[in-house]
């Protein structure tokens, strides 16, 4: 127990420091994790171990990314991508392990061992290159979404590869179930059709739980209005559906995908993703960690030359074969490096596969050792390539400026409003606003009500809109305004606080309960306000009028002038803001309020006045006159 | 006294006249009120009054066309107001007497219709002569309406004109009203009059 807190106190030690200084430095989280690993690890400071038990902890961080990565793609999306995914990223594995097998070959390895080599060191790395490409902001471009559908297949190509690499075997295997966490732990000593039945069974579950399943739970779940046992019902399914996979031969990662996709389009998506998010980034620090700690120092120290001609073989290898591809695959030239460069480091799934082919016998364990020293160095240098890809891309720009700015987003069209709360008072705003062709997302936490809307094709997600993370899910960084419609004052003031600070320039408005709500709303940022039985009440007394025998344009006329009377009192009675004031004034008691606006109402407003609207007494007196001397001529 | 639905929808037959009173506080009318009430007691005749229903001038556009194709006869009452309708009558033709509507190409509902404009004067009728204080005749005051009547190709009516409404006594009045419902009547094809 004390080491494992300690072992917690190194590694989140480094990353605070490391990280941070290295997103300083410019070179980007990812780096700045490795470096930590490498400082940490035992070749160097020794601080912790490069362990197998935190190995498979930090994993988890790559399963938990791909099932955000999975929530944010439809299944229509995926459908569309089918030829980047099969077509560009079957090339890229196939393309890419003959190249590398071909430079082994002539390096004199049998050709066995060099194909093997080949397929292990075509894969690239999930988390670094779509952290990577997060972090440069590509990632929703067309850049990130080619790069992702090699990833995707690469993920998809692992499966098969457990099954062909012992058959390359040059020497007899050692240990041939030993596979990892990717093996086929269970489900080795079942006939083929059983293995391949129950791998069907469990893409089935997936589908069908994620379907049918999951909302149900979430809605009891929600019901229950408790937060952390919604995060823990998200953490429970990723989990789940990655030992699902596991137990089957499948990548958890790509069962977490396949979840995150069957998911992508529930009303908890965003509630989702915003619970899940937090775990993504430790994970995958600490993954990025292991493997920084993972780097054989003293293989470096002792074959420097050797090792670093492996790292740039491999790397402008599999940059130009990349980079050809997508040429082929009819990418503009500057898409293409740097999809290239993006992926042209070593994966995770390396590491994996080369403990793997050392058990069965394909590779010995020497090269392997000095292969997962290259591919972690690769991985390593990722960041650092992108850096200079950046570097001769703008040194190219200020040559020739004509960029176009990635501008395709992933994600559904971005909304121009972002309503808070949809129940009676959001909804009539939220309908006149979409009845005129704005589009809005709107966050309620009433189950029933969103099921209700969902069905009627809007686009409502189930969350508190009092958290920010939340509003940035749902697109409020994009947004051109933020209706707070909350039936409760303080989560009101709360949001529309919160909300300005974070984006100054953001349009609020909100919903108010009485005056002292609106100006305290008005205080903390709200552009607007509106209280919320105002309008309802001038309009039933304006039928009141009516009925009282009123002519309808006299009755709204005199309510339209009510109304005007009444917010200029607003305005008056508004105190100036500051600390000392706003102190007065919710201490000031609400009858006095009361008081002066009755007052108010006497000296401006006479009965029966509607502005002297067509009165005509003096103009009847002048004709009247006109009348008399006329006819006195 | 017809009411017309407020579907939008058209009356069965087109036939009889749509008065169309606009006056921004009837209240305060004795000369309106006595006259429309004169009127829209007559069958075939079908009242809209515009201040009522519109207070926020939200006019609805396919209603008030409904009713305009629906009736031969259309008739405007109203008081004469710096020289001209009141403004929601102005909103009205404005909005719902449009382009490909009423005028225009495909612009034909309102051909062979007749238009009659009943309108109050608050000045007597010396006034409106080349020699008085307002120095036109009503004929001239109208002209805009009596050209549009020509743009949608309508038969323009004689205008009824009660001058000097503000100041005539209740029987002045009563007389007028009598000589407004006569005129109206005329206006309605035989078989539905009274």
Redesign the interface.
Known sequence: MDSFLIQTVFYLGAAVISVPIAKRLGLGSVLGYLIAGVLNGPHALSLVGAEADVMKFAEFGVVILLFLIGLEVQPSTLWEMRRTIFGFGGAQVVVTALAVAGVAVVLGLPWQTALAVGLVLAMSSTAIVLQTLDEKGLRQGPVGRAAFGVLLLQDLAVIPLFALLPLLATVAPTTAGEAGSHGASLMTHLPIWAQIASVFAAVAAVVGGGRYLVRPLFRFIAESRLREIFTAAALLIVVGVASLMQMVGLSPALGAFLAGVVLAESEFRRELETDIEPFRGLLLGLFFITVGAGVDLPLIVHKPLTLLGLVLGLMTLKFLVMLGLARLFGAPMRGAAAVATALAQGGEFAFVLLTFTVGAGVIGAPLAALLTAAVAVSMALTPLAMMLYERIAAALDAAVTDVTPDTGAFDEGEPDIIIAGFGRFGQITGRLLTANGFRSTVLDSDIEQIDLLRRFGRRVHYGDATRMDLLRAAGIERARMLIVALDDREKTVELVETARKAFPDLVILARAWDRRHAYDLLANGADAVERETFESALSLGTTALQKLGF???????AASFFRRHDRRSFEELRPMWGQEEAYILASRDAAKTMERLLAADLSRLRPGDAGG????AS??QE??E??QT?GAE | MTTLPNTGAAAPATSGVLLVLAH?????SRANRALAKAAKGLSGVTFRDL???Y??FAIDIETEQAALVAHDVIALQFPLYWYSTPA?MKEWLDLVWLHGFAYGPGGEALQGKRLFVACTT???A?AYHAHGYNRFTMDEFLRPLEQTAHLCGMVWETPFVVH?A??KDDAALKAEAVRYRARISSLLPAETEV
């Open positions: 002519r309808a344009h006299r009755a709204h006329r609207a067509w009165d005509t103009l009847e004709l009247r006109r009348a006329e | 921004p506080a009837l209240e305060r201040y009522e229903t207070p926020d929601l608050g000045a007597g010396k000097g503000a100041v």
